[in-house]
Nanobody, 128 residues
Framework: QVQLVESGGGLVQAGGSLRLSCAASGRTFSNYGMGWFRQAPGKERAFVAAISRSGGTSYADSVKGRFAISRDNAKNTVYLQMNSLKPEDTAVYFC??????????????????????WGQGTQVTVSS
């Protein structure tokens, strides 16, 4: 069993930056591909970014060039660095883990139910 705990959310002005963290329990973190999703008010949860076991990355078009996903397997943590934030980035951000060999690009296209573990989410609010 793996538990995921997100942190780092908060209120920031447009143009600002935040770094989200997702800490995973367990000793097999390096065996998981990790993804970030977000859910804005009144909208469905949507893919944001992913990083594979080997370190490959993929991003939603809406965040390319502004967000960066990374992982530190020694700390069992995945990060999402968010720069040049916009009000439309306001959402609850979730991290998720998926076992097995899958590319980061694949992680951005598969259905959410294929992810094995989810965190509880952290709120990000960007004011204009």
């Amino acid at each position: 069993q793996v538990q995921l705990v997100e942190s780092g959310g908060g209120l920031v002005q447009a143009g600002g930056s935040l770094r989200l963290s997702c800490a995973a329990s367990g000793r097999t973190f390096s065996n998981y591909g990790m993804g970030w999703f977000r859910q804005a008010p009144g909208k469905e949860r949507a893919f944001v970014a992913a990083i594979s076991r080997s370190g490959g990355t993929s991003y939603a078009d809406s965040v390319k060039g502004r967000f960066a996903i990374s992982r530190d397997n020694a700390k069992n943590t995945v990060y999402l660095q968010m720069n040049s934030l916009k009000p439309e980035d306001t959402a609850v951000y979730f991290c998720a883990g998926i076992r097995g060999l899958i590319t980061a690009q694949g992680m951005g296209t598969i259905k959410e139910e294929y992810y094995d573990y989810w965190g509880q989410g952290t709120q990000v609010t960007v004011s204009s």
